[in-house]
């Protein structure tokens, strides 16, 4: 019986890890290049593709991109920042590990912070942390305004996202891989892949 139960655990397993790999190798990707040409890599064809995303790269220096797919309740969200010298939003890797490692206000109710823990990245010695925690819906579209609007009793969704903090050139460069718990290790293949591409191009000094 202890034999029969382990064979079928060794099973499902390998069918998830077999299942796994087969979605990476089935997603097709594209070469992209950031903004301000600082670095490239690839990313999932079809995903949709936010640049700079909450900041002006003319004022803060930082060049980079959010990749994503799915909506508000299955969203999954792969993206890179390079943060030179001098930027205005970080002022080196440690204030950043610093910001997003560590709850500023406190564990608020079902956010969780992992241990930061070292990591080799390219023959880079990286950091690398995790976090948990909740996503509200910030606007709905309201179809008798035709607009968005904030929602009286916003949606929620749990989250789990992973970080790699690496040096680079003057300055760093922070990945974040973020999805539903759930999807986590589905798509963990092709965050892996993006991160495994990335290079700087020649002009960054």
């Known amino acids: 019986m202890f034999r029969k139960r382990a064979w079928t655990s060794l099973a499902a397993i390998s069918i998830l890890m077999f299942s ?7 997603q097709e990707f594209t070469v992209y290049k950031s903004p301000d040409q600082t670095f490239q ?14 900041y002006s790269r003319e004022v803060s220096g930082v060049d980079g991109f959010d990749a994503y797919r799915g909506g508000f309740e299955n969203r999954v969200t792969i993206s890179i920042r390079y943060y030179p010298k001098g930027n205005k939003l970080h002022k080196d890797m440690e204030t950043y590990i610093r910001t ?10 079902g956010q969780s912070y ?3 823990k070292d990591l080799e990245l390219k023959g880079t010695k990286a950091k690398n942390f995790e ?14 305004l035709d607009r968005y609007v904030e ?3 916003p949606r929620k969704v749990e989250y789990t996202e992973r970080f790699i903090v690496m040096p680079g050139k003057s300055g760093f460069v922070a990945f974040r891989y973020k999805a539903r718990p759930d999807l986590v290790k589905q798509y963990e293949g092709v965050f892996n892949k993006v991160t495994d ?5 020649n002009q960054v000094k």
């Open 100 to 109: 997003f490692s560590q709850p500023v206000l406190g564990i608020r109710e």
């Open 20 to 26: 796994l790999s087969g979605y990476v190798l089935a």
């Open 41 to 54: 890599c690839v990313i999932p064809s079809g995903w949709n593709v936010l640049e700079s995303p909450g």
């Open 151 to 153: 929602p009286l009793h």
């Open 197 to 201: 591409s990335f290079s700087f191009l």
């Open 114 to 116: 992992g241990a930061v």
């Open 131 to 144: 976090r948990s925690g909740y996503d509200y819906e910030s606007h709905v579209y309201n179809p008798k």
